[in-house]
């Protein structure tokens, strides 16, 4: 177990991580010399995160949507979508050929983007603790705290190694597992609806949410 230090942050970086929240930049390889840890990938992901969102030109009204791209880039390129999506459907994920895999995943890569996204500015300067690192193979855990005046918030991050570098799969939040939660919620409308009845829900969502904003279904 290794333990870290502290940084303090905007901590809209707390959204942006479950959006999968989701924070990690890929590494050089398990072992190869110069490779960050865990701990020391998640603490330049939050530097990262943080310059676009106390970019001041980015503040503007007109930037709002170059910044949201912006930060979704950075998601894109730091979580492991295709194993949240595998983790959160459970033992469906077994059944679906590959076709069937690449459309649930965008659909909860979708999804994702829909719940958190218009958070991520909810919160601003707190501090980020660094509890400890876990590793057993290629999978690591690592635990942080955000505190604040109104904010006192575990944040554990869960990786595994991919690529080369460390790339995020779940996100516990208050002992609160977002692929655990996931998980539920979609064994029970497939037990109540079947997987294709998941599979409407799901694209209706993204439906509403894109004619909300404005964009075309």
């Not at 390889?29 to 969102?53: F, H, Y």
């Not at 659909?107 to 707190?126: C, H, M, N, P, W």
């Not at 799969?169 to 409308?189: E, K, L, P």
Request: charged content about 30%; hydrophobic content about 40%.
């Amino acid at each position: 177990m290794r333990r870290g230090g502290s940084t303090t942050c905007a901590s809209a970086w707390a959204a942006a991580a479950c959006l999968s929240a989701l924070l990690l930049p890929p590494g050089t390889g398990a072992g190869e010399p110069g490779m960050p840890s865990p701990t020391d990938s998640v603490r330049s992901t939050i530097t990262e995160v943080t310059a676009i969102l106390r970019n001041q030109p980015l503040k503007q009204p007109e930037q709002a949507a170059s910044r949201r791209e912006m930060l979704e880039a950075v998601l894109r390129q730091r979580v492991d979508y295709e194993e949240m999506a595998k983790r959160s459907l459970g033992l469906h994920w077994l059944d679906l050929t590959e076709q069937e895999r690449r459309e649930f995943v965008d659909l909860f890569v979708q999804l994702l983007r829909d719940s958190f996204a218009g958070k991520i500015e909810a919160y601003t300067d707190e501090q980020v603790l660094y509890l400890s690192e876990q590793r057993e193979g290629d999978l690591a855990e690592v635990r942080t705290k955000l505190v604040g005046t109104k904010t006192d918030t575990r944040l554990d991050f869960r990786l595994a190694e991919r690529k080369g570098g460390w790339l995020v799969y779940d996100v516990v939040i208050d002992d609160a597992s977002i692929v655990r939660n996931y998980r539920a919620q979609f064994a029970s409308i497939i037990r109540r609806a079947s997987y294709e009845g998941l599979l409407r829900k799901m694209k209706a969502k993204a439906v509403v949410v894109k004619a909300f904003e404005g964009g075309a279904p």
